[in-house]
Nanobody, 123 residues
């Protein structure tokens, strides 16, 4: 599967952005989908994950209550709604697809990655 992330940009602190990740292929609903982010000089960190049916989600503590992950299996797309953005949310955001069950939070458990989209939050 190929993943194409979009929706990043420059926003002021307190603002909102919605990231999208479009997947190719007809097996999108067989993948657990996750969002990760990587700031300059730092490791790639888990942000959120959504199960195959979209019924269950899990978030990093740093974004809980501010970010919402969702998916539309009919459109082969996963979303990340980001509200109340903070300067520390600045990073390149990546979507990823995993064949594992459960809620994988380690990047090594994901099989496919998108190219990333830059999110910059100014103070």
């Amino acid at each position: 599967v190929q993943l194409q992330a979009s929706g990043g940009g420059l926003v002021q602190a307190g603002g909102s952005l919605r990231l999208s990740c479009a997947a190719s292929g007809r097996t999108f609903n067989t993948f657990t989908m996750g969002w990760f982010r990587q700031a300059p000089g730092k490791e790639r960190d888990f942000v959120a994950v959504i199960m195959r049916s979209g019924g269950s989600t899990y978030y990093a503590d740093s974004v809980k209550g501010r970010f919402t992950i969702s998916r539309d299996n009919a459109k082969n797309t996963v979303y990340l709604q980001m509200n109340s953005l903070k300067p520390e949310d600045t990073a390149i955001y990546y979507c990823a697809a995993s064949t594992r069950l459960g809620a994988p939070t380690w990047p090594g458990l994901y099989d496919y990655w998108g190219q990333g989209t830059q999110v910059t939050v100014s103070s």
